[in-house]
């Protein structure tokens, strides 16, 4: 069993930053690809970073030059530094993993909770 659990969410003011955190933990061999993602009020969740284990990261469009998304692959965590919020920003952000499981060697999905964040203007 696998479990993500995000910290970091809040209430801040337009411009300024908030920094998500997403731990994994149980039966983990490996962790490919780590995600963020977030869901608006009435819309569709989209995808706002995803980070390799090599490095390699991808952004939104909508949050290119503000968010970075940083992984710490010893302690199975992913970040997501948010600077210059707009309050088209808010929402539930998820964690989102694709881990491979010590028990049987499968790859599988795994979503968090999700961590509110709300920008004001």
């Known amino acids: 069993q696998v479990r993500l659990v995000e910290s970091g969410g809040g209430l801040v003011q337009t411009g300024g930053s908030l920094r998500l955190s997403c731990a994994a933990s149980?039966?983990?061999?490996?962790?490919?690809?780590m995600r963020w993602y977030r869901q608006a009020p009435g819309k569709q969740r989209e995808l706002v970073a995803g980070?390799?284990?090599?490095?390699?990261?991808n952004y939104a469009d909508s949050v290119k030059g503000r968010f970075t998304i940083s992984r710490d692959n010893a302690k199975n965590t992913v970040y997501l530094q948010m600077n210059s919020l707009k309050p088209e920003d808010t929402g539930v952000y998820y964690c989102?993993?694709?881990?491979?499981?010590?028990?049987?060697?499968?790859?599988?999905?795994?979503w968090g909770q999700g961590t509110q964040v709300t920008v004001s203007s």
């Open positions: 149980g039966s983990i061999f490996s962790i490919s690809i």
């Open positions: 989102n993993a694709d881990v491979r499981s010590t028990t049987d060697g499968v790859l599988r999905n795994y």
């Open positions: 980070a390799t284990s090599g490095g390699s990261t």
